[in-house]
């Protein structure tokens, strides 16, 4: 399984970025896909997940201003951020856990940077 990640970039405060992350290779039809980040000289922490059927879930830090959600035709998850923050400033990694072997995949950081 193979994951790439797209979407980062540098905005202002209060603005918005949309990450995208696609999936491929053998996928099972049970999954949990989500978003970590990690700031500079910090844990990599979770961001929000989704499962197959549609149940999210998010780190309270992103609650009311990231929404997850997915495509399963196309295997894609996609974090809308709104109303950025300087302390979302991080590389974002998209993840997708396999629920019928329980291995886990990382796909490569996208980095986000929010402005003053």
């Known amino acids: 399984v193979q994951l790439q990640a797209s979407g980062g970039g540098l905005v202002q405060a209060g603005g918005s970025l949309r990450l995208s992350c696609a999936a491929s290779?053998?996928?099972?039809?049970?999954?949990?896909m989500g978003w970590y980040r990690q700031a500079p000289g910090k844990q990599r922490d979770l961001v929000a997940t989704?499962?197959?059927?549609?149940?999210?879930s998010y780190a309270d830090s992103v609650k009311g201003r990231f929404t997850i959600s997915r495509d399963n035709a196309k295997n894609t998850v996609y974090l809308h951020m709104n109303s950025l923050e300087p302390e979302d400033t991080a590389d974002y990694y998209c993840?997708?856990?396999?629920?019928?072997?329980?291995?886990?995949?990382w796909g490569q950081g996208t980095l986000v940077t929010v402005s003053s």
């Open positions: 989704i499962t197959t059927v549609g149940f999210s």
């Open positions: 993840t997708l856990h396999d629920s019928y072997t329980a291995l886990d995949y």
């Open positions: 290779g053998s996928i099972s039809n049970a999954n949990r």
